[in-house]
């Protein structure tokens, strides 16, 4: 019989008692996969590594999760176990390039059809600002779907994060070729009659509009983006979002749409995000009305992702 699970190949090197053990889903990052080996199986990881390779010919690397994602950066380590012996991969989403370590940097594969969902809905010549960016998916995604934003200013505190914003905004430098600018200058330089240099053109749009700060948001609200005002802002932090809603009510424009994620309990859904929108307007003086709070991902049994849509009035 042809083997086409991790459970199939597991047969061949773990003893019947321990199979239920063995992981039944894993997480693939660009051709890297990130998986969480229980205890009792632990002594079979290298196994377990090269036998996830077979599974999946696409897979180059295997790496395993050690402990929880933790510090400032909320990232997590992760262990070599298999395949080529590096951490950092080439992730492709929605059209987009990500250069990305996951160990050093918090991303989460799982986001992408809410980051496509999202970037869909985002107005043409919107202020746009990404706090806790990362290595740029929101950004990106958004420069896809809408090339014709006025500005987009990314925010990330993590050096990392912030490294790898730089190199995948050279990956993605010609999305804004699609933007009604480009075109524009494009125009303008065939009336005159004068020599196009498209590569010159693109940098000047992209130096114009696309901004990434490595900074604290609170410190680059008094220093980056001090004097600027936003009509759309997301909050993409996997914890602790909530403690940052002072920030977008002081960045947010009248009527800025701000995405707000969380993560909640089954019976906290959706009254626990939805009362900490409003409680942290009313403390700074602010009123909202929420839009929508949606489960965008299950973090454990009872336990979501969610994200609150909200509006300042």
């Known amino acids: 019989m042809k083997k086409t699970t991790l459970k199939d190949w597991a047969e061949e090197f773990i003893p019947l008692e321990k199979l239920d053990f063995v992981p039944r889903s894993f997480e693939i990052v660009g051709d890297i996969a990130i ?19 077979k599974v999946n010919t ?8 050690s402990g929880i ?25 929605n059209g987009i390039k990500l250069k990305v370590n996951p160990e050093t940097v918090y991303f989460s594969p799982r986001l992408s059809t809410e980051r496509a969902f999202l970037s869909e809905q985002v107005i043409a010549n919107s202020r746009v600002l990404v706090m806790f960016s990362g290595c740029g998916p929101y950004t990106f995604n958004i420069l896809k779907k809408q090339p014709n934003v006025k500005l987009i200013d990314s925010v990330e505190i993590n050096p990392e994060g912030h490294k790898y914003a730089l190199e995948n905004l050279n990956l993605n430098r010609n999305l804004l070729k699609k933007s009604d600018k480009f075109k524009e200058k494009i125009e303008n330089l065939k009336k005159e009659k004068k020599v196009i240099n498209e590569k010159q053109i693109i940098e ?6 696309i901004h990434f700060y490595c900074a604290d948001i609170r410190k680059a609200m008094i220093n980056e983006l001090n004097g600027k005002k936003y009509d759309e802002i997301f909050m993409p932090l996997p914890k602790d979002a909530e403690l940052f809603l002072d920030c977008a009510f002081s960045l947010g424009d009248k009527n800025c749409i701000v995405h707000m994620y969380d993560f909640l309990h089954e019976n906290e859904f959706p009254h626990k995000s939805e009362n900490a929108v409003i409680e942290a307007a009313k403390k700074v003086g602010f009123k909202v009305g929420i839009l929508s709070t949606r489960k965008v ?17």
């Open 35 to 53: 998986v969480e080996i229980p205890i009792e199986i632990e002594d079979y990881d290298k196994k377990i590594g090269d036998a996830l390779l």
């Open 58 to 65: 696409a897979i180059k690397v295997v790496l395993k999760k």
């Open 69 to 93: 994602h933790k510090g400032e950066f909320r990232t997590q380590d992760l262990i070599w176990i298999a395949g080529e012996n590096r951490k950092e991969t080439l992730y492709l989403e």
């Open 204 to 209: 000047e749009i992209n130096n114009e509009i």
């Open 297 to 313: 991902g299950q973090y454990s049994p009872r336990k979501y992702r969610v994200c609150c849509d909200f509006k300042i009035l």
